[in-house]
Structures are given as structure tokens and as C-alpha cells.
């Protein structure tokens, strides 16, 4: 589509002639007027009518003709004399009543035409004279079939975009399984090392416990025989209770300590495979959501990097938790899997006027800069087939956002790379 649109002289240039503005021609009136407006008029695309207060048409242009022929196909010949012999519902009179008060009068009408069609007509009316009425009539019935086209084609899409968010929802969600599968392992054992010590621990202690009772029965039996201290230190330095005091309470608080790290571990596994739905934001502390993410996969980390933590002081901050966990270890996960034998993976967190900032770097093997830009792609990896789903930034991406956040990314090949996430403290209302 092109717009012509006309030069407009400036205010007070007027009448000044310039290669722009020619000069205006001389006004046209009188009966030369007269002749042009009914030229104008004859040739107006809009059915127009000119008719009394009786109803009787006293002017019709071309397009009024071709109007009646649409609105009563099967009477083409008959006489059009008044504004009935159209369509007998085109004028009612609840129309004309509020024309003759107001001046004008516009609206929709409705006429079934036959055969089961309707057209949908756009009529205005404007009083002329005391006793003289205009009426102009567009055909809309198509723009109103395009525009129920378009309701309709518009419902299909808000359908189609809902299913798309359902479906990227549980894309996430497996995304999120996924790598708790692919960690099951490294977690499983991470368990499992407590547990060993833990179930070792008891099972000394059940030992310890049974020599305590025997000593407890050998006292007794010192007491009711009436023995001296030397019988009961005797007892003592054969059952070695001095070392049994020593260490049953070192012995509980070691598995005390395994028992907490494995409800810990557990915990945080239960918060990151929960399914967040829309209504589960909060105010929460992301120093925790780090701290949790980094247990879960310590195991993936813990041989080849040093995590070295700068902690700043954060508020509470308004979020999806368990979303941002998923954010954290995706960019964690990528951090360890760049680094080829031993680096150092840096966590630090600060605030930034009325956003917090996460940054997550590593000194491993960096991105080419024609990798660079798509490393945010749904679906691109540079990992072997089974090692990388190319999900991991995408999503995060997409969490990130929906934080009304930011991420970035910045790396250098053969140094390392930079992971730059802010939210604000507070989401938008
Ligand atoms: N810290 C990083 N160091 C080097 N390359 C990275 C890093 N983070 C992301 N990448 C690159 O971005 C790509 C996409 O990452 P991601 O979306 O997490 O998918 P995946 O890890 O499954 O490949 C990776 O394959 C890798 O090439
Ligand atoms: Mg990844």
C-alpha cells in the first residue's frame, strides 16, 4: 500500500507560490457548483438517497440502484419511488425520529434479502431541510464476514498459543526431570556417603551399647557382693569405659550431622522437582536457592572445581524459586562442563539499584564468538549427542524473562565465561 500524502505550505506561506504549492484556482460557484456536486454524487461508491418526510425519493444516485437490485434480487423491476421500495426495514422509524431531532442519525442495519442471505448495511442520515432528508448506505456484509473471519481465526490462535504455553511448560518440566535423572547418580551418591557412615556408626554403637549394659550388670553384681573400688576399676579398664564415653557422643553427632546432610539433600531435590505453578511467587532468599542448587550437584563439581563464593547482601527477592534453582544449575552445570580438568567456578551476588545481580563465571574453555549468539537457541549444543540437549540456556532464558529480568552472556575462547543474571527485587504490577 502507498500513502500520497500532500505537501502542506507552512502557517502564514499561503498564496506565496513556491515549486511545492502551486497556486489555487479560482473558487468555483453557482450553477458550475451545482453541476460538480451532482457529478460527485453521481459517481459516490455510498448508496445515497435524498428523500421527505413522506418517505418519497426524490433523488437516487447509481450506487442507490445498484443497492435496491442487491437488497430485493427477486423483484429487479420494481418501482423505486420511496425509501420502502429498497427494503422494506431500511428507514424505521425510530431512525428518522431521532435524525429529525438531532440532525443525524447513524447505524447498523441488518436486512434478510431472500434465499436465506442477509446484508449488513452501514446507514447514516442527515437532515437536510426542514422537510428533506439524506441517506447514505455502505454494503459492510463483507468486512463484517472478514471480521468474523478474523474473531474466529484469532480464537483458533488464543487456542493454539495456549496449548504452546501448556506445552512449553511441561517441556521445562521434563527438561527439569531430565537433569535430575541425568544427576541421579552423582546424588544417589552423595546419599549414600553419609548413609555408609551413619550405618557404620550404629552399628558400634550397638556395640558400645551392649558393652555398657554388661558393665552396668558387672556393677551390680560388685555392689550386692559388697566389692572394693579395685574390683570396679577392674570392670572398668576391661570393658574400657573411658574410651566408650569419649566416643559415643562424637559417634552421634557424626551421624547427626550425616543425617542432616541427607535430609538436606533430599529437601533440596523435593524444592527443585516441584512443579511451580503461577500463583507460587514469593519473596524468597536466593543466597538459599544458590546454596541448595550447589548441594544438588556437588557431586558434578566437586572433582574438577572450586567453588568460590562472594556472597553479598541480598533482600528477599520476589520470584518462582524453584524456577530459579533450575536457572542456577543450568548455568552451574554448563560452568563444570567447560572446565576440562581443574578451575574455578565464581559465584557472586550483589545488589543493583532496585535489582539483584547473580553472577556465575568459570575459567574453562570459553565460546567462540561465532558460537556466541546462539548459545540462547532452544536446541543448539556444541555437547556430544546425549550429553547436551541445547535446552538448558534456552529455558533459562525464558525463566529469566519471565522475571522481567536479564541475562547475559560474555566469554573469552581459551579463558572462560561470564553469566550475568539480574532480576528486580520486586516484580512489576
Ligand atoms: N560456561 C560455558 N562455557 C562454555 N560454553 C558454554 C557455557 N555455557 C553455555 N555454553 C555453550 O552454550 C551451549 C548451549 O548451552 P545449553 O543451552 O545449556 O545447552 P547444553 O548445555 O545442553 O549444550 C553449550 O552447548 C555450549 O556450547
Ligand atoms: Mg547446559
Redesign the pocket.
Known sequence: MTIDIAFQPPAGAAGIATPFAPPLPAPVAGDAMEAHLRALVDAAPAATLLFDAGQRVHYANPAARVLARLCGPDQPDRPLAVVGDWHPDLLNSGALHLCSLHGSWSGEVILGVGRGQHKILLVHLSRIGPELFGMTVRDITQDSVRESELHARNAELEVAYAKLQGAQEQVMQSEKLASIGQLAAGVAHEINNPIGYVNSNLSTLQRYISQLFSAIQSYEAALAEGAGAAATEAIRQKLDLDFLVGDVPQLLSESREGIDRVCKIVRDLKDFARKERSEDWVKSDLHRGLDSTLNIIWNELKYKAQIVKTFGELPLVECLPSELNQVFM??L???G??IKDQGIITVTTSVAGDRVRIDIG?D????PAD?LPR??DPF????PVG????????I?YGIVSKHHGTID?S?TPGH??L?RIELPIAQPR
Open positions: 543450568n548455568v552445570m554448563n560452568a562442563q567447560a568459570d574453562g574453555e570459553g565460546i558460537v548459545v540462547f543448539y549444543t556444541t555437547k550429553s547436551g540437549t541445547g535446552l538448558g540456556l534456552a533459562s552472556i566469554s572462560g565465561t553469566l
